[in-house]
């Protein structure tokens, strides 16, 4: 079998409980926490671990190894981590549509695709307007079945995780309607569109903006397909960079975070009005996240280089 752990980041299991390194930035933070639930390092070998997702009838995360043009799989019950697909198209965001099939951002053939039952791939967007998208990057899909998805310039930056070229398009936000076939801009403007996720009623849509200075986590009003009310909800503190993220049913985000020095590594924790309550300290920056487990309240964590994992005191929205 594979293996895929490895001593890049340097990790020791707390041996002490509540694990020190869940701090809280706000007394509200303490609720969330467990007492005997520590920070686990599941696996280890990534270049730059990416898009996690949670397959609950199959007890297995998958997430992207986005230059190593791999997906990994991580098994519940074994603890295995082995291959899930190679070559991946050097694919990024993940998620899964409301027939459980996977949905995943790929950068180098710069299109969202979707997987059927039988392993067929569908191709849901890769033009706009008769032009190439650029990478897309993160995705979510909505109760009605609509795929919404950030395409930043990031993958054909380089050959590093994509394929090196000219853009074609602005770097804007997307809406995809399989049922219809249509793909629909939703939101422009944004430098650096990154990280993006729904409140739990869905009346809101957050976005990193990840290429101004500071960094910022923009927030929408959401009608129908769609947006208005701009406005930054959250503005990073220097160095600090939101990545992905994700909601739990009360409305807080769960932030891959870090960069700037190795006190903002890890996931930084803001309630639903923008401040932050909490910190998990990690030994490298998190890429993005997201809530799995029976109970969706076990929080798994894609480090640049490691898969991380808690479990928390509420559930993923």
């Keep these: 079998m594979e293996r895929f752990f490895d001593n890049e980041a340097p990790w020791a299991p707390s041996a002490r409980y509540p694990d020190p390194r869940l701090r809280d930035l706000d ?21 730059w671990g990416e898009g996690p997702v949670w397959f609950g009838d199959h007890r297995c995360l998958v997430w992207s190894d986005v ?37 995943t951002c790929e950068h180098l053939t710069r299109r969202v695709t979707r997987t059927e039952h039988d392993g067929r791939i569908t191709v849901l967007a890769d033009r706009f307007e008769g032009k190439r998208l650029n990478s897309p990057n993160d995705v ?20 590093n995780e994509g394929e090196r070229a000219e853009p ?11 049922a ?7 939101a422009d403007g944004i430098e650096g569109p990154n990280g993006l996720a729904f409140s739990p009623d869905e009346s809101i849509l957050y976005v990193v903006e990840s290429r101004t200075n500071p960094r910022k986590i923009l927030s929408f009003s959401v009608d129908g397909a769609r947006l208005s009310k701009r406005r930054d909800l959250i503005v990073a503190e220097p160095g ?19 960069m700037g020095n190795a006190e903002q590594d890890g996931v930084r924790v803001f309630n639903s009005a923008g401040a932050p309550i909490g910190h998990i300290d990690l ?21 640049a280089r490691s898969l991380y994992s808690l479990y928390v005191n509420t559930r993923g929205a």
Aim: glycine content about 12%.
């Design 180 to 186: 219809r076939g249509t793909l629909e801009r939703v």
């Design 67 to 103: 230059p190593e043009n791999r997906m990994l799989r991580w098994d519940e019950a074994t603890g295995a981590t082995t291959t899930f697909r190679a070559p991946s198209n050097n694919s990024n965001g993940n998620t899964r549509d409301r027939e459980g099939r996977l949905v």
């Design 140 to 159: 979510v899909v909505k109760s009605d079945g609509t795929v919404w998805f950030t395409d930043p310039a990031f993958g054909i930056l380089s050959d």
């Design 27 to 47: 007394p509200a933070f303490a609720r969330y926490r467990l007492m005997n639930a520590p920070v686990q390092k599941l696996a280890g070998g990534t270049r």
């Design 240 to 258: 600090g960079t939101p990545d992905g993220f994700r909601l739990d049913e009360d409305g807080n985000l769960w932030c891959g975070w870090g």
């Design 283 to 303: 030994p490298e920056r998190a890429a993005n996240l997201c809530f799995g487990g029976l109970k969706r309240n076990r929080l798994f964590i894609t480090g």
């Design 168 to 178: 074609e398009l602005p770097q804007d936000v997307y809406r995809c309607d399989p």
